[in-house]
């Protein structure tokens, strides 16, 4: 792989071996941090499509579920289970 690398335009000129081991001694550290800021991203725009998904946060969607259909047709019939889902 190094060698593909190298032969790259503009890469190789200014690289060498040192500089790819020294890459792939960071990799698990950036991958990690990668994956962390994506989670971290999922939280903070609460996006529904993917949240829904996780395992224990997942279920804040279906209690907000719940509260509207509470409010939407009563406690009653939610209990009961007559109340339609729109």
């Given amino acids: ?3 593909y690398l ?3 335009p503009g890469v190789g000129r200014f690289t060498g071996p ?3 081991q ?6 698990p550290s950036l991958t ?5 800021a ?21 279920r804040k969607f279906d209690e907000m579920k719940r509260a509207a259909m509470i409010d939407k047709h009563g406690q009653k019939a939610v ?3 007559t109340a339609a889902e729109d």
């Fill in 1 to 3: 792989m190094d060698y």
């Fill in 6 to 8: 190298s032969k790259l």
């Fill in 18 to 20: 040192r500089h790819f």
């Fill in 22 to 27: 020294i890459l792939k001694n960071y990799v």
């Fill in 32 to 36: 990690l941090f990668g994956a962390s």
């Fill in 38 to 58: 994506l989670i971290y991203f999922l939280y903070i725009t609460d996006w529904k499509v993917t949240n829904t998904r996780i395992p224990i946060y997942g």
């Fill in 79 to 81: 209990d009961e289970g």
